[in-house]
């Protein structure tokens, strides 16, 4: 089975533009979760998206925006660009359970899109 | 402050020796996770232990989950210098109103040969 991919991987933007980035899941996963990693944060869950809902976001702006199709693949957008917005940007997937209730089971990282902002 | 915090924050052994990281908590929780990542790539799934278990084994891998204390411990025996990574304890728990996978600030870990 292929991994997760994800697309850009490094993306250089300046303060006000926007940017989308995308993630394809693992065959057969429904789950998608979206984190921000920088070296003062650390990891910080953005949203998580099962069958194209979005069933829990985490304490972001609202200029942090997400999206799933109805092949699993998942978009995140960023409008507005910020400095603080530089950062990796992981996404994971996973089979996911059906139900309001999301479980986090084992998740399958990609590689990470490394975003800069000038 | 962090649900998951880790310690230590780095740790330096020699090739050979054993590796122990601990990470805290502070909710009520699903289940606990340990990933490893290598210079800013993506994560790596180590080996989840859920709620109602205690410990768990996986090759070189030992987890502890003590639910009374909040805290869990990775153990690592025999360190290669392969093993030197960042490692993350994830919670998955209800912290300010969503249901979150959280993430530690991670123990760097390096195995020197």
């Known amino acids: 089975k292929a991994g997760v991919t994800q697309t850009p991987r490094y993306l250089i933007k300046t303060r006000g533009q926007q940017v989308t980035l995308s993630c394809s899941p693992i065959?057969?996963?429904?789950?998608v979760s979206w984190y921000q990693q920088t070296p003062g944060q650390g990891l910080q869950f953005l949203f998580e998206y099962f069958s194209e809902t979005q069933r829990n976001k985490g304490n972001f702006p609202g200029r942090f925006s997400g999206r799933q199709f109805s092949n699993s693949r998942s978009e995140m957008n960023v409008s507005t660009l910020e400095l603080g917005d530089s950062a990796l940007y992981l996404c994971a997937s996973s089979l996911g359970l059906a139900g309001g209730q999301a479980i986090y089971n084992e998740q399958f990282f990609g590689p990470g899109t490394r975003l800069t902002v000038l | 402050s962090q649900q998951g915090e880790e310690d230590p924050q780095a740790l330096s052994i020699q090739e050979g020796e054993n590796a122990t990281m601990n990470c805290s908590y502070k909710t009520s929780i699903n289940n606990l996770q340990w990933y490893r990542q290598n210079s800013g790539r993506g994560l790596v799934h180590l080996i989840l232990i859920r709620s109602n278990e205690r410990e768990k084994h996986s090759g070189r891998l030992r987890v502890t989950l003590d639910t009374s204390k909040k805290s869990s411990s990775l153990l690592i025996t025999a360190s290669r210098a392969a093993d030197t990574a960042s490692y993350f304890c994830?919670?998955?728990?209800?912290?300010?109103?969503?249901?979150?996978?959280?993430f530690g600030q991670g123990t760097r870990l390096t195995i020197n040969p």
């Open positions: 994830a919670t998955d728990a209800w912290v300010q109103g969503a249901q979150k996978l959280v």
């Open positions: 065959s057969g996963h429904r789950s």
